[in-house]
């Protein structure tokens, strides 16, 4: 059994910092904790941060320049440092890994943490 394990969410002012966890454990064996999405109430669970192919990192337009993904092969984690934080960063922060168990198929299946949530107030 994979688990992914978050924290580091809260409630924060506009401009305040955040850095999200996220650690798996279990049977890792070809699981690779990924990076993170977020999902607004009533809206699609959309890209924050990963890492892909040759630890290339993609962000989201809403994250780009502000928000910092990295990872800890040692503690199989990732995290997300949050900058600048905006009213329209809140939401449910979900951790996302991959399971490649599965040989044929090439872009392998999602594991999802529970998400932490993550709500920027004034």
């Known amino acids: 059994q994979v688990q992914l394990v978050e924290s580091g969410g809260g409630l924060v002012q506009p401009g305040g910092s955040l850095r999200l966890s996220c650690e798996g454990s279990?049977?890792?064996?070809?699981?690779?904790?990924a990076g993170w999405y977020r999902q607004g109430p009533g809206d699609s669970r959309d890209l924050v941060a990963k890492?892909?192919?040759?630890?290339?990192?993609t962000y989201g337009d809403s994250a780009k320049g502000r928000f910092t993904v990295s990872r800890d092969n040692d503690k199989n984690a990732v995290y997300l440092q949050m900058n600048n934080l905006k009213i329209e960063d809140t939401g449910v922060y979900y951790c996302?890994?991959?399971?490649?168990?599965?040989?044929?198929?090439?872009?392998?299946?999602?594991?999802w943490g529970a998400g932490t949530l993550v709500t920027v107030s004034s």
């Open positions: 996302n890994a991959k399971d490649y168990n599965d040989p044929t198929d090439y872009y392998g299946m999602d594991i």
């Open positions: 890492f892909g192919d040759h630890d290339k990192i």
């Open positions: 279990g049977d890792l064996n070809a699981i690779f904790v």
